[in-house]
T-cell receptor, first 114, second 110 residues
Framework: EAGVAQSPRYKIIEKRQSVAFWCNPI?????LYWYQQILGQGPKLLIQ????????DSQLPKDRFSAERLKGVDSTLKIQPAKLEDSAVYLC????????????FGQGTRLTVV | GQQVMQIPQYQHVQEGEDFTTYCNSS?????IQWYKQRPGGHPVFLIQ?????EVKKQKRLTFQFGEAKKNSSLHITATQTTDVGTYFC??????????FGTGTRLQVTL
């Protein structure tokens, strides 16, 4: 089966600019996650969707980050305006609602804010 | 909020030595999952444990889920250079949120 697709793979922007990331989960996976992984740290959950509803977004900096999952399939994550500390790899993952519920990750988008 | 810590942060072993990483959650988990992330790669699922006290083996890897379902461990017997990477535990707590641990980076040298 096809894996989780993310684009772009790399992005360099200046601070205060905006950026958007796109994710296409594995077909049929109801749950979609966006994680932020800063170098040397574990993935930090930004937002978790079940179909097109939000399960958790408690760690999403809502003043600058937004995410949507229209039609319960593809998702976009946007940062506006970006800060230097947003430099990280943004990982999208998806999982089925059937056991074992494990997350399948995309290759990630490496964002550098200068 | 739910926090998942792992120790050690980093371990360097010689090939053939054993390795263990420990995972502790601030809250009870419905399950614990383990992932491996190779340098420059993305996390890849290894295994899931669901029952209190459960032990599972995958070749040289042994996974345990604590009785209170708040801690877990991963033990690798006789490490090989192919085991290099960062090992993360992750668990579903309340509201089905999947929280990752802080990770343990394993370096193996000949």
């Amino acid at each position: 089966e096809a894996g989780v697709a993310q684009s772009p793979r790399y992005k360099i922007i200046e601070k205060r600019q905006s950026v958007a990331f796109w994710c296409n989960p594995i077909s049929g996976h109801a749950t979609l996650y966006w994680y932020q992984q800063i170098l040397g740290q574990g993935p930090k959950l930004l937002i978790q969707f079940q179909n097109n509803g939000v399960v958790d977004d408690s760690q999403l900096p809502k003043d600058r980050f937004s995410a949507e999952r229209l039609k319960g399939v593809d998702s976009t994550l946007k940062i506006q305006p970006a800060k230097l500390e947003d430099s990280a790899v943004y990982l999208c993952a998806s999982s089925s609602v059937r056991k074992p519920f494990n997350a399948f990750f995309g290759q990630g988008t490496r964002l550098t804010v200068v | 909020g739910q926090q998942v810590m792992q120790i050690p942060q980093y371990q360097h072993v010689q090939e053939g030595e054993d390795f263990t990483t420990y995972c502790n959650s601030s809250t009870t988990l419905s399950n614990i999952q383990w992932y491996k992330q190779r340098p420059g790669g993305h996390p890849v699922f290894l295994i899931q444990l669901v029952k209190s006290g459960e032990v599972k083996k995958q070749k040289r890897l042994t996974f345990q889920f604590g009785e209170a379902k708040k801690n877990s461990s991963l033990h690798i017997t006789a490490t090989q250079t192919t085991d290099v990477g960062t090992y993360f535990c992750a668990g579903h707590g309340t509201a089905s949120k999947l929280t990752f641990g802080t990770g343990t980076r394993l370096q193996v040298t000949l």
